[in-house]
């Protein structure tokens, strides 16, 4: 995640309510993370307790009003479930078939408070949703 201009102390950033442990990249007002997750869970699998974490609901949060003010919807697969029988033919076709899987509404509304990121050390400018209690 890249965000360009949010103020800080007043904005922050989360996905499926979780603040995201944004850092800055040395350019003014740029701040960046990666987010881990689960996007799968198929019948036999190595961690068959571990949820899935999608759709990935990200929110801009403005604190001074505990309100999100935009924010977008990430689905893994295409959100109608259209299942493609062929790879992509070129980059055109390969980018729609990446921009279908975002969705520009969807953010949580109404007044809330975005939940502290777990601290992990090995990964400190990655939230990992995989180790987020429900």
């Known amino acids: 995640m890249r965000v360009i201009g949010a103020t800080?102390?007043?904005?922050a950033v989360t996905c499926n309510g979780i603040e995201l442990p944004l850092r800055p990249t040395?350019?003014?007002s740029e701040l960046v993370c990666g987010v881990r997750y689960r996007a799968w869970q198929p019948p036999s699998c190595l961690h068959p307790t571990i949820p899935v974490d999608v759709p990935l609901v990200f929110d801009l949060v403005d604190r001074w009003n505990d309100r999100a003010v935009a924010g977008c919807t990430y689905h893994v697969a295409h959100p109608a479930g259209r299942t493609y029988e062929r790879l992509p033919i070129n980059a055109n076709e390969a980018e729609a078939r990446r921009a279908a899987r975002f969705q520009a509404e969807g953010h949580t509304p109404g007044i809330w408070a975005p939940r502290a990121?777990?601290?992990?050390d090995e990964t400190p400018f990655t939230?990992?949703?995989r180790l987020v209690r429900r």
């Open 117 to 120: 990121a777990p601290r992990n």
């Open 26 to 28: 040395g350019t003014t």
């Open 127 to 129: 939230l990992d949703l």
């Open 8 to 11: 800080p102390g007043r904005h």
